[in-house]
C-alpha cells in the first residue's frame, strides 16, 4: 500500500459517511426544502436592509437565536403559524392572503 494510502485510511473516520441517506432525504424533500431556502433567502435581504441581527429577529419572534439560525439555513421545515410569525416580525408577504375558491 503507498503512503497515501496509508495516510488516508488513518484519517478515515470509524463511523460510515451517511451522505447516501442525507442525499436521499434531501431529493424526498426538495419541494418543501426549495420553499424553506427562498423564505431564507427573503429573511436575509430584509434583515439586510433593516440592520436586524438574529437575536434581535429572535426577540421579535419570541424565539432562540438558535432556532432562527437553523431557519436561516433553509433547511427548516415551517409550519404557517412560524411563517406568519415571519411575515409579521419582518414586513414580508411570504404567502399570499387571499385564496382563490372555485
Not at 1 to 14: C, F, G, N, Q, V
Amino acid at each position: 500500500m503507498s503512503t497515501i494510502e496509508e495516510r488516508l485510511r488513518k484519517h478515515a473516520p470509524s463511523s460510515p459517511s451517511r451522505w447516501r441517506e442525507k442525499a436521499e432525504w434531501r431529493q424526498q424533500n426538495k419541494s418543501w426544502l426549495r420553499f424553506s431556502q427562498l423564505v431564507a433567502i427573503r429573511m436575509l435581504e430584509q434583515m439586510d436592509a433593516e440592520g436586524l441581527t438574529q437575536k434581535a429577529l429572535a426577540e421579535r419572534l419570541g424565539c432562540s437565536q438558535q432556532y432562527v439560525s437553523k431557519i436561516l439555513k433553509g433547511q427548516e421545515n415551517l409550519s404557517i403559524e412560524t411563517i406568519c410569525k415571519i411575515e409579521d416580525a419582518l414586513t414580508l408577504e411570504l404567502l399570499p392572503k387571499e385564496l382563490e375558491v372555485a
